[in-house]
């Protein structure tokens, strides 16, 4: 995949792109990422590979979104989520492209994921013995089953079954949304509008 500059679209010299340019970047599945002190658009995938810095998540909060994205669809993870979810809640909240927009969370959103895995990594802990990020997908699997019905506990944090619904369908989006991965499924790609690129 070639890599394309990024800009700043906050420039004070206004010699950033403009809006329309990042959002068009973002239809590409291309988003800005900081990959050895060097900005380019880059899909999130890409931008894992090569070890991206991230802008609002932890290591150890990208770590936990990782495994419960995984917990989630598998592929997530090497699809990029933790990168995804990164760059999109570094964007203006009327340009993310995540779920959470969708479902009404008040913004900021990067408020709700911190405070969500803030709880899923502090149920674990207390159920499991161990942080989220390092039990095995057969220990995780009751606790996830367990946050849908909301029956989850220990649990301080956004509502339980709202944040499984956007951290799935985000990675559903990152994994199943693109003509490669309907063609991997053996499933006819009938957009009614094709996009101009995928993740």
């Given at each position: 995949?070639?890599?394309?500059?990024?800009?700043?679209?906050?420039?004070?010299?206004?010699?950033?792109?403009?809006?329309?340019?990042?959002?068009?970047?973002?239809?590409?599945?291309?988003?800005?990422?900081?990959?050895?002190?060097?900005?380019?658009?880059?899909?999130?995938?890409?931008?894992?590979?090569?070890?991206?810095?991230?802008?609002?998540?932890?290591?150890?909060?990208?770590?936990?979104?990782e495994?419960?994205?995984?917990?989630?669809?598998?592929?997530?993870?090497?699809?990029?989520?933790?990168?995804?979810?990164?760059?999109?809640?570094?964007?203006?909240?009327?340009?993310?492209?995540?779920?959470?927009?969708?479902?009404?969370?008040?913004p900021?959103?990067?408020?709700?994921?911190?405070?969500?895995l803030?709880?899923?990594?502090?149920?674990?802990?207390?159920?499991?013995?161990?942080?989220?990020?390092?039990?095995?997908?057969?220990?995780?699997?009751?606790?996830v089953?367990?946050?849908?019905?909301?029956?989850?506990?220990?649990?301080?944090?956004?509502?339980?079954?709202?944040?499984?619904?956007?951290?799935?369908?985000?990675?559903?989006?990152?994994?199943?949304?693109?003509?490669?991965?309907?063609?991997?499924?053996?499933?006819?790609?009938?957009?009614h509008?094709?996009?101009?690129?995928d993740?």
């Amino acid at each position: 995949m070639q890599i394309e500059p990024a800009f700043d679209a906050h420039r004070p010299d206004g010699t950033g792109p403009n809006r329309r340019t990042l959002l068009k970047a973002a239809a590409l599945g291309l988003f800005a990422f900081n990959v050895a002190g060097v900005e380019a658009l880059i899909s999130p995938a890409e931008a894992r590979t090569r070890g991206a810095a991230l802008s609002i998540l932890s290591a150890n909060e990208a770590a936990l979104l990782e495994a419960f994205g995984e917990a989630l669809v598998p592929g997530a993870r090497a699809a990029g989520i933790a990168h995804f979810v990164d760059a999109n809640l570094a964007r203006p909240h009327h340009d993310s492209l995540l779920t959470a927009r969708y479902l009404d969370v008040l913004p900021p959103h990067d408020a709700f994921y911190k405070a969500g895995l803030a709880a899923l990594d502090g149920a674990s802990r207390a159920v499991l013995g161990a942080p989220f990020a390092q039990v095995s997908a057969a220990a995780a699997k009751p606790l996830v089953a367990a946050m849908l019905p909301g029956t989850i506990a220990p649990w301080q944090g956004p509502p339980a079954a709202l944040f499984y619904l956007a951290v799935r369908s985000d990675a559903a989006d990152l994994v199943y949304g693109t003509r490669a991965a309907f063609a991997r499924m053996q499933v006819p790609y009938m957009a009614h509008i094709d996009p101009p690129g995928d993740w």
